[in-house]
């Protein structure tokens, strides 16, 4: 799996980094930084309860990264 990861990241984000030139607004690594561990708590919090994350769970794990790519789209 590492290799496996390592070869997507290759390729998913330095390959187009060098053809694409990435701008951010100032502070955004911030929220970047907050959103993530936000989805991390709820997803751990989701996995441990009885009968684990279930629909609902993750619905809310999809609607939490739509709202992240809306996010980077319009920043």
Excluded at 29 to 34: C, G, P, Q, V
Excluded at 51 to 67: D, E, H, Q
């Amino acid at each position: 799996a590492f290799a496996s990861n390592t070869i997507n990241l290759i390729g998913g984000v330095l390959v187009p980094a060098l053809f694409v030139e990435v701008r951010s607004r100032p502070g955004i690594e911030r929220l970047n930084l907050a959103w993530l561990a936000m989805t991390t708590l709820v997803s751990i919090y989701g996995l441990s309860r009885p009968g684990g994350l279930g629909r609902r769970g993750g619905a809310v794990l999809l609607l939490l990264y739509g709202a992240f790519v809306i996010l980077q789209i319009t920043a």
